[in-house]
């Protein structure tokens, strides 16, 4: 029975994604909370500035003591980043926003994805007999595909950055000192998000998986309490996105989009039975397409 409720939940989360794999790579690395000093000649000061390097830049005589000091150029995103984290976040997004509409502006920056299920369970008991069916069914059914920066859909392509600073749990920065930069953006969790709210304005999130149940045979299933709207949520945790990008073009170079679901059905009822349903997965985008 067991086996039979998994195959049908996998294949029903085959099909909600409609732009939804092998080898995702989880950030393991805790959020930094440093100061980012980026300097008014564009060059990058990491921790407190020292009561010299800070009067180089407020006191005129200073530089002008030593002219060798001053450039006419910076890069596009010069700021100095006041030593608050919330502070650092919200540079970090507008620097993202600044990157991603560059990047989408040109339609030949694609990305390959994968999907990878992680973890299932019934009424809280794993099995290997029924993860070996369910990834057979995947390798099965699922087929890769090559699509833009996320969230996409041809419906809505979303042109331009729809992430802000309100969505965001923790952001990182650094200098890779080659001309480029790296950030990566932890967004907050949510709760059934389409695409445009919640994790849906970062990622190619699943819009409605309850209508799945829509097609399905009356007999084939039942709740044993509620409905389809109070027993099916998905939940979107522990994801984040991944960005090089050349200081000066202000472009992507590469970029790795990992989104992390928990997909929850409560009170599944086949053959006059109840069970709690919970298929764990991990959808990445990877930038440019590899493959």
Not at 8 to 21: I, K, N, P, R, T
Not at 173 to 180: A, M, V
Not at 246 to 273: G, H, P
């Amino acid at each position: 029975m067991k086996k039979a409720i998994c195959f049908l939940f996998c294949f029903v989360c085959v099909l909600a994604f409609s732009a939804c794999g092998n080898k995702p790579v989880i950030s393991t690395e805790a959020p930094t909370t440093s100061v980012i000093n980026l300097m008014p000649d564009g060059s990058i000061i990491v921790g407190e500035l020292t009561s010299g390097q800070y009067a180089q830049y407020v006191d005129p005589n200073v530089n002008a003591q030593n002219p060798q000091t001053q450039q006419t150029t910076a890069p596009v995103e010069q700021q100095t980043v006041a030593p608050t984290t919330e502070a650092q976040i919200s540079w970090i997004i507008d620097v993202y926003n600044t990157v991603y509409n560059n990047t989408k502006a040109d339609a030949s920056f694609l990305g390959s994805d994968s999907i990878v299920i992680s973890d299932i369970s019934v009424d809280g008991v794993k099995n290997s007999g029924v993860d070996s069916i369910v990834h057979s069914v995947m390798d099965a059914v699922y087929k890769p595909q090559t699509l833009p920066l996320p969230p996409y859909s041809a419906e809505n392509p979303f042109p331009v950055c729809i992430f802000h600073e309100e969505d965001a749990q923790s952001a990182e920065w650094k200098d890779l000192g080659n001309g480029q930069a790296e950030l990566i953006i932890y967004p907050k969790q949510s709760l059934n998000s389409t695409l445009g709210t919640g994790q849906g304005k970062m990622f190619n999130v699943i819009n409605d998986i309850s209508v799945i149940f829509d097609y399905m045979p009356n007999f084939a299933y039942g709740w044993s309490e509620g409905d389809t709207a109070s027993n099916v949520r998905t939940v979107y945790d522990g994801g984040y996105c991944r960005v090089v990008y050349d200081r000066v073009s202000m472009k992507m170079i590469s970029a790795e989009y990992v989104m992390k679901l928990t997909v929850e059905v409560s009170n599944f009822e086949i053959l006059f039975a109840g069970h709690n349903v919970s298929v764990a997965m991990t959808y990445t985008q990877t930038f440019p397409a590899v493959g």
